[in-house]
């Protein structure tokens, strides 16, 4: 086993699955379109890891209501939460960039981990099925699932509640540009609310709405 199958806990029966999800565009064959890099594993790793986190979820607090369930999927699933996980087993070192990027920052940028994180899980669940993504899925997010007893509330769901308890409507958010690469994209979303307004920087759009969030809140007075 692979250092990297040690820390999942999970050994593949077909290593070119592991290889694919450690892949990264900026490395893939363009002669194949690059449809050897972990894109494809990643788009399925995210709806494996929403299906297992949801169920999850579901077993482990029978008495919390739908809204808390989802607050606390949302953070579990979020690009923070998984490139942190994917710190934590080592998937940075594992990762495949030209040594370029790599010297550029790319594998510094939380979306790529994060990314990385959901193609493994997309290759350990065609590798071995659900059961086993699952097995993946509680040993790497365990704490993290444990750690806090309340729900927490991501900076856009904090924006949204604190204009709608005040009558002031919804937040808009716009996209004000869209630079960089395909592989390393950088993105600036400004939100508005209550007739102010504020910028967030991010390597996906999500990303930077999070962060125009949390510049707004921060000019809330105590």
């Known amino acids: 086993m692979t250092p990297l199958e040690v820390r999942i806990g999970h050994q593949f029966a077909q290593p070119a699955l592991l290889e694919q999800a450690l892949t990264h565009r900026s490395a893939a064959d ?3 379109a690059q449809l050897d890099s972990n894109e494809r594993l990643e788009f399925l790793g995210d709806r494996v890891l929403g299906l297992v986190m949801a169920e999850w979820l579901a077993e482990r607090f029978p008495e919390e209501r739908e809204g808390a369930l989802t607050r606390r999927l949302s953070q579990l699933v979020a690009w923070e939460m998984l490139a942190r996980v994917a710190e934590e087993i080592g998937l940075r070192g594992a990762l495949r960039v030209p ?3 790599g010297r550029a920052g790319l594998l510094d940028r939380a979306s790529v981990l994060a ?6 899980l997309g290759a350990v669940y065609l ?6 993504a699952r097995g993946v899925v509680k040993r790497v997010f365990g704490a993290h699932l444990e750690a806090a007893l309340k729900p927490p509330v991501s900076a856009k769901n904090r924006l949204q509640e604190w204009t709608l308890g005040r009558a002031k409507g919804l937040p808009d958010y716009t996209l004000v540009s869209a630079a960089g690469p395909a592989h ?4 600036v979303v400004r939100v508005t609310a209550e007739g102010r307004s504020a910028e967030g920087l991010g ?3 999500r990303e930077a709405e999070q962060a125009a969030a949390e ?3 921060a000019e809330v007075p105590a």
């Open 184 to 187: 390393a994209p950088l993105f």
């Open 30 to 32: 363009p002669r194949r």
């Open 99 to 101: 040594p370029s990027e």
């Open 215 to 217: 510049a707004w809140l």
């Open 115 to 120: 990314d990385a994180m959901e193609a493994l």
């Open 127 to 132: 590798d071995a099925g659900l059961d086993a």
């Open 203 to 205: 390597s996906s759009k």
